[in-house]
């Protein structure tokens, strides 16, 4: 036995590093323990293509669930930017080619751009309705996640009769029984409903309600469902909250190790190592999760760590252009459309049938993505000689494109989803998104696919899943859970503190908040 914690934190990314800053401002020696060589985990920026003077946010790369609390209580200092473009629908069929423009801050044009889209004064009453919707649940459970459990019931009950409705619709029965009768517009029914489908394989009428359980993570940010780009990149969070721990005196962060063993027995956890250092054993009074371990690696005290199931279905591109590329038939000009959220073959109709396919192991004919540019918002993470010349990022999130089709011929597979993504852009531009790609220092385009299979070995995210498993309500059924803080386990020494405890995902900090409130209200602690 080499050194002994009050808290041992498995895994460096930004929930990790959320708690040990609390637990380090409360008194606790915590060490915090990294696979990778660099702290981060998914919230990180590197520069991916040799010669390239471009941090790009590698895997995660945009901020809702994040509450202004937690930056406050430890002193970070991030800046936040607002898109001025909030999302781009562009739809070109045999009845022409439409869009929808709509902008960050403005109601008013926004009720008048979805007006002019569908030609349909029920779709723009839908519209309206399905937002007055999510309002509803936005300020009702936006602060209940940083306290401890409350139950459906007591939630339910706070309800006046004209908001029970709201409830019903995107909580009780499937997203898309409510949806289908507001909007009859294919694409705007797609537009409103991807928000249930990032990073999940799920549907409308899905009587799992995962995509209800998706939607609700991805709108409740902030109490109003923004999304916002952290200025300098993922890495800035990371960079930040690495400086706020070191400021304890408190925190030890080692990367490069490996988890070879935990044992919790009920006076203590032992902590196997694996580095350049060699093995060595590390023993502490507690131990929090924010990393997958394989179970053969838990010994001693059963944890009862949930086995995840879910496979996830994300696929991620980022690429480096040295320009913007013009678009075909748009009246926006591209640092106007590409500055938001550009929703590519996200019909509702669309989605459906490439979840289908995906689910039957085919590679999607027309697979439903996202892609936005960074740089528009925030330049700084390119350096001056690229800005001045023009050069932008740009990320691509494909949904539909579960674990399973990368088993077999991963690198055909993944070579086979990126033409069709690349395809789905460049049915929207008037030159190949290829011919807008700078080269890097060896010749080849900057360009990096990602498949859930890829995710799985970058980041050991269970079959690929950046959720880490199932994702849960922001409430309890279970009446022992109540007032609990959702990330307990079997054994009183472990704590999760990752996206698989319950209000986790995303780039949230919740899980690492939650699980150091949990463990200082068991020792009578204070952080402050």
């Known amino acids: 036995m080499k050194s ?15 708690a040990s800053a609390y637990l380090a401002r409360a008194g606790l020696r915590t060490l915090v323990v990294e696979r990778q060589a660099t702290l981060g985990g998914a919230s990180c920026s590197e520069r991916l293509f040799p010669g390239m003077d471009a941090k790009l946010s590698v895997f995660s790369y945009l901020i809702s669930l994040l509450p202004a609390k937690i930056l406050n209580d430890l002193g970070v200092r991030l800046s936040l930017l ?37 030609k349909r004064p ?38 006046e009769a004209s908001q029970k409705k709201a409830w019903q619709a995107l909580i009780e029965e499937p997203l898309g029984v409510c949806l289908e009768s507001l909007i009859q517009d294919d694409a705007l029914r797609g537009t409103l409903f991807t928000d249930a489908k990032i990073g999940v394989s799920t549907y409308g009428q899905d009587p799992s309600l995962l995509q209800n359980r998706c939607f609700l993570t991805h709108i409740l940010g902030q109490g109003t469902g923004q999304w916002l780009v952290p200025m300098g990149g993922m890495g800035a969070l990371i960079k930040e909250l690495e400086r706020v721990n070191q400021a304890t005196g408190q925190v030890t962060l080692r990367t490069s190790c490996e988890i070879t063993a935990i044992a919790p027995d009920p006076h203590h956890v032992t902590v196997g190592l694996e580095s350049d250092q060699g093995n060595e054993w590390i023993q502490a009074d507690h131990l929090l999760l924010n990393a997958c371990l394989p179970p053969e690696r838990v010994q001693g005290d059963p944890i009862g760590l949930p086995i995840p199931v879910q496979e996830g279905s994300a696929f991620k591109i980022n ?27 996200e019909g509702y109709q669309g989605m459906e049938k490439s979840y289908l396919e995906s689910m039957n192991g085919q590679c999607p004919t027309k697979p439903p993505c996202e892609i936005y540019c960074h740089s528009l918002t925030d330049p700084s993470i390119l350096s001056p000689a690229l800005q001045n010349s023009g050069y932008q990022t740009l990320t691509l999130f494909g949904l539909d494109m579960p674990h399973r089709l990368f088993t077999d011929e991963p690198e055909e597979q993944r070579n086979l989803a990126t033409q069709r993504y690349l395809d789905a852009i460049n049915q929207h531009l ?4 290829q011919d807008s790609l700078a080269m890097d220092a060896d010749g080849k385009p900057c360009l990096s696919a990602m498949s859930a299979m890829d995710l799985e070995e970058h980041l050991r995210l269970p079959k690929g899943h950046i959720f880490h498993g199932d994702l849960s309500w922001p409430f309890t059924d279970v009446e022992e859970e109540i007032g609990r803080w959702g990330v307990e386990t079997q054994h009183p020494r472990v704590l999760v503190c990752g996206s698989s405890a319950k209000r986790g995902g995303a780039v949230s900090g919740l899980p ?17």
């Open 512 to 528: 690492g908040h939650n699980a150091a409130m949990c463990l200082l209200e068991r020792l009578g602690k204070s952080w402050a």
């Open 4 to 18: 002994s914690y009050d808290a041992v934190i498995v895994g460096a990314g930004h929930n990790g590093l959320i």
């Open 82 to 118: 607002q898109r001025r473009t909030a999302s781009w629908t562009p739809v070109g069929s045999e009845k022409g080619y439409r869009e929808l423009i709509l902008r960050s801050q403005d109601p008013a044009g926004n009720q008048k751009a979805i007006s002019q889209f569908t």
């Open 430 to 433: 008037a030159e190949p998104i």
């Open 319 to 345: 690429m480096l252009l040295k320009k913007l590329p013009a678009l075909k038939q748009s009246v926006a000009r591209p640092e106007e459309v590409f500055a938001g959220t550009v929703h590519l073959d």
């Open 122 to 159: 029920s779709d723009l009453h839908g519209y309206e309705q399905w937002a007055k919707m999510e309002g509803v649940l936005q300020s009702m459970l936006w602060p209940t996640l940083w306290k401890p459990l409350t139950s459906r019931q007591s939630l339910m009950e706070r309800l």
